[in-house]
């Protein structure tokens, strides 16, 4: 079965603080995507980043950061220097590339993150 | 490129009542997801079609139901509407080359008020 854990429910930071993201996941299967995305207020999932099962290269872009490590099954994501635009809810998705669940995304609880000025 | 849309954005409904959501996906995507969005639990898949055929389900009753037109819009039905339905439900569209699963991008969603 594919499972997310998402174990923060909230965090608060204040503006230009670092702040890490944890995403744990379970799956049986050797080929799959991890995905995260971000719900600001409005309710619209924005898409940030999708991360191949084959592929643990760390990924940066801009303040944004995720760490794969496939030997702790996380996928964890770090904003540098954090502002009052990230604050929104972040989800941490898996999906199947192959079987009956093929295509479907599995999310996890998500992080409520709220950045103070 | 304009992004997915859904409409209405807002809904107020009865307990009996039906209720038609549609999304309108990315140009060119063929694939669309429902997704319910609740927050006792969290967000879960309804369905996935594509070609206007049902590819995969979720773990929803039969009184929830969709479907897909040849332009690759959809609609999702939900039918004799209980008070637990009242959700955020999420429309999301993706590519589909040669059978694979392309990322999933989301519109803005229908919130569901069944009173």
């Known amino acids: 079965a594919q499972k997310v854990t998402q174990a923060q429910t909230e965090i608060s930071v204040v503006e230009k603080e670092d702040v890490t993201l944890d995403c744990v996941y379970e799956?049986?299967?050797?080929?799959?995507?991890l995905f995260w995305y971000k719900q600001p207020p409005s309710g619209e999932l924005v898409f940030l980043i999708r991360?191949?099962?084959?592929?643990?290269q760390n990924e940066i872009s801009g303040r944004y950061s995720w760490n794969f490590q496939k030997s702790t099954s996380s996928f964890n994501f770090t904003i540098t220097a954090s502002q009052v635009v990230d604050s929104a809810v972040y989800f941490c998705?898996?999906?199947?590339?192959?079987?009956?669940?093929?295509?479907?995304?599995?999310f996890g609880r998500g992080t409520q993150l709220t950045v103070w000025p | 490129k304009a992004g997915v849309t859904q409409t209405p954005r807002y809904l107020i409904k009865t307990r009996g009542q039906q209720v038609t959501l549609s999304c309108s996906p990315i140009?060119?995507?063929?694939?669309v997801s429902w997704y319910q969005q609740t927050p006792g639990q969290g967000l879960q898949f309804l369905f996935e079609?594509?070609?206007?055929?049902?590819?995969n389900k979720g773990n929803f009753p039969g009184r929830f139901s969709g479907r897909q037109f040849s332009n690759s819009r959809s609609e999702m039905n939900v039918s004799t509407l209980e008070l637990g339905d009242s959700a955020l439900y999420l429309c999301?569209?993706?590519?589909?080359?040669?059978?694979?699963?392309?990322?999933?991008?989301f519109g803005p969603g229908t919130r569901l008020l069944v009173l």
């Open positions: 999301a569209s993706s590519l589909d080359v040669g059978g694979a699963r392309e990322t999933q991008y």
């Open positions: 799956t049986r299967d050797t080929t799959y995507y």
């Open positions: 991360r191949n099962s084959f592929d643990e």
């Open positions: 998705a898996l999906s199947s590339i192959g079987g009956s669940t093929l295509g479907r995304l599995y």
């Open positions: 140009s060119g995507h063929r694939s």
């Open positions: 079609y594509f070609s206007e055929t049902q590819r």
